[in-house]
Every structure is written in C-alpha cells, then in structure tokens.
C-alpha cells in the first residue's frame, strides 16, 4: 500500500470531499494562496479557487459565525483554526450555536460544519500555541470530537466528519503533520465511535489517543522486552466513545491505563479512567492509572517543556508498577 504522511492524508480527503460535494468549502486564516501555516492545504486554491478555499481576516470568532451560518442554510463548511489554542475566541459560535442549533430547533435546522484545528505541545511554540483543550469541547454534548493518531485515521475521520450531518471537531497533532504511514487510495471512511485495537495484549490495556498512540505502543515494545503483555487501544473519537472496547479490553487484562496529552486534571484520562472503573471494577486487580500533560502552562523553554509531556518512559514505569514487576 502507499504512504502518505498526516499532512498529505487531510489534504487528500478534503480535496475528494470538495470533489464529491460542491456544498464543501474551507474557511480560515492564511489557507488559500499560503497553503495553511503548517502547509497541509497546498494546491488546494489553486484547484477550488477563492470561492471554496476562502482566506479571512484574523477573527476566529467572525468565520466561525459565517461558517455556522453556512452550515445552517445548506452548506457543509471545514472551519480552521490553525492552532487549537484559539477554539477559545470561537466558543460562542461552537458550544452556544453550532452544538445546540439542531436540538433548539425541535430537529429542524442540521448544522454539518467541521471545525479543524490542532493539539501537542514540544514544538517550542510556548503557553498560547501549545496546548491540547480536546477535553473542553468533548464536554458538550452536540459536539463530536475526533483524534487522529497517523495518516490512515487523519484520512478517514476527516472524511467522515465531512458527510457528518452534526458539527465535528478535529483535534491534528501539529507534530504529526510529517509523519508517514500507510493509506489506501480508494475511498474509505471510518465510523466515528468505534476503537481500534493497535496491539494485542493480555497483561495490561494502555488506551491512549491522538500522538499518545505512539507512545504507548513504544512503551509496549519495551514491556515486552521484560515480559510484560500491553495491549493498545486507540478510541480515535473522544465522543462518541467506544466505552465497551475500552471496558471489554480490561476485563481481559486486569490492569488499565489511560495516556492523553491533554492537562490531567479534569480531561479526557479522567472520563475513560471513569468509564472503565465503572464497567470493568470486579475485574481490576488495580486502579486505573493516569497519565496526561503536567498541570501547568506550556512552558517556552525546550528542556521544562519535554518534562509536561507523557512519554514511554513515565507509560512503561506505570505499566511494570501496575503489574507489580521488579
């Protein structure tokens, strides 16, 4: 199968998308003739033109209003917001609009608008550019978030979130943009609300999402080494959620842990530590073990910045503790 790298991945799935459906346009700071500041939309503009890859002045809250106006009136509009850190200028339009405009309207008004924006820290980008806020929007229900973790998920889920007839949030990992990995090139969706079992295992389930994958499958590569048997689980959707994978995998195992860059507390480990503890209780040998960004903001410097981060270090040392291994 060929590769293509997250980057080439999201581009190929809007550009098939907007050839499928005229309805589907993007609208955002700097996405037409610069290609997006991460450089994932180049040549797009050039195919769709200034009327389907439409540049805005720098005001996230005023093309998220257009966009959820859009969507409203028949349009299936990609909203961008290039770092994730600024979905807080478009809470209004996302949580008090486009979330609830379905149900406010007895089912009448459908709002299928995508808002695409990004998470990850350890790009040296400091507190305003860095952080990973998917547990704010996971938080509201009208909302579903999605979390690819490579270059076949970023494919699919985007694609599906585009045919999605509710408002879908995005979370990319900015570090992952260059990363490769196997996609096919015929069309292909994957269903929102369905995990995916990325490694087989019987000593301990390490659910983890988004960039986290990776980690805890080089942190099960390590376990393995010791004896130690990981299974990884990636739920690609924080909501909705796959909860019977997550529960069925630590009745088999005994022992779970959850990784996700977001800040630990209140987010994202704490819901699928929660969802776990209450369907797998009679079957844990242990409490579900967490581990998510350290509670601070993002810091500048390269060497506090790596020490906010999970890494496979802090995800095996849990891992052999949790299995009570010397």
């Known amino acids: 199968m060929r590769e293509l790298t997250y980057g080439?991945?999201?581009?190929?799935?809007i550009a098939e998308e907007m050839r499928r459906d005229p309805h589907v346009f993007l609208i955002g700071e700097d996405v037409a003739e610069a290609g997006h500041p991460f450089k994932t939309l180049v040549g797009l503009v050039q195919?769709?033109?200034?009327?389907?890859?439409?540049?805005t002045p720098i005001s996230e809250p005023g093309y998220a209003g257009i966009g959820v106006g859009a969507a409203m009136t028949g349009m299936r509009p990609i909203v961008d917001v290039m770092f994730g850190d600024f979905i807080t200028?478009?809470?209004?339009?996302?949580?008090?609009?486009?979330?609830?405009v379905h149900y406010m309207s007895g089912g009448k008004i459908k709002v299928p608008i995508v808002f695409r924006?990004?998470?990850?820290?350890?790009?040296?980008?400091?507190?305003?550019?860095?952080?990973?806020?998917?547990?704010?929007?996971?938080?509201?229900?009208?909302?579903?978030?999605?979390?690819?973790?490579?270059?076949y998920?970023?494919?699919?889920?985007?694609?599906?979130?585009?045919?999605?007839?509710?408002?879908?949030?995005?979370?990319?990992?900015?570090?992952?943009?260059?990363?490769?990995?196997?996609?096919?090139?015929?069309?292909?969706?994957?269903?929102?609300g369905v995990a995916d079992?990325?490694?087989?295992?019987?000593?301990?389930?390490?659910?983890?999402?988004?960039?986290?994958?990776?980690?805890?499958?080089?942190?099960?590569?390590?376990?393995?080494?010791?004896?130690?048997?990981?299974?990884?689980?990636d739920p690609r959707t924080?909501?909705?959620?796959?909860?019977?994978?997550?529960?069925?995998?630590?009745?088999k195992?005994?022992?779970?842990?959850?990784?996700?860059?977001?800040?630990?507390?209140?987010?994202?480990?704490?819901?699928?530590?929660?969802?776990?503890?209450?369907?797998?209780?009679?079957?844990?040998?242990?409490?579900?073990k967490r581990i998510g960004a350290m509670d601070v903001p993002v810091p500048f410097s390269p060497v506090l910045e790596d020490l906010t981060v999970p890494t496979e270090k802090m995800v095996f040392e849990a891992a052999k503790a949790l299995c009570r291994k010397a």
Request: overall charge negative.
């Open 8 to 13: 080439e991945a999201v581009k190929e799935a």
């Open 153 to 192: 998920e970023a494919k699919g889920l985007m694609k599906t979130a585009i045919r999605d007839d509710s408002p879908v949030v995005i979370f990319e990992d900015k570090m992952m943009y260059r990363v490769k990995g196997p996609v096919p090139a015929e069309d292909y969706t994957i269903p929102f």
């Open 238 to 251: 924080t909501w909705p959620l796959d909860k019977q994978a997550l529960i069925d995998s630590a009745k």
């Open 253 to 288: 195992t005994s022992r779970a842990i959850v990784v996700d860059e977001g800040y630990e507390r209140y987010g994202v480990t704490a819901e699928i530590a929660s969802v776990i503890a209450e369907g797998a209780f009679y079957h844990l040998d242990a409490p579900v």
């Open 47 to 55: 195919e769709f033109g200034t009327d389907r890859i439409i540049d």
């Open 197 to 233: 079992i990325k490694r087989a295992g019987t000593d301990v389930t390490i659910v983890a999402t988004s960039s986290m994958v990776q980690v805890a499958l080089d942190a099960a590569k390590l376990l393995e080494a010791i004896g130690i048997s990981a299974e990884v689980i």
């Open 117 to 151: 924006t990004t998470l990850g820290a350890t790009r040296r980008s400091a507190a305003q550019h860095s952080q990973s806020l998917h547990a704010w929007v996971s938080h509201i229900p009208g909302l579903k978030v999605a979390l690819p973790s490579g270059p």
């Open 89 to 100: 200028l478009t809470m209004d339009q996302m949580v008090n609009q486009a979330a609830k």
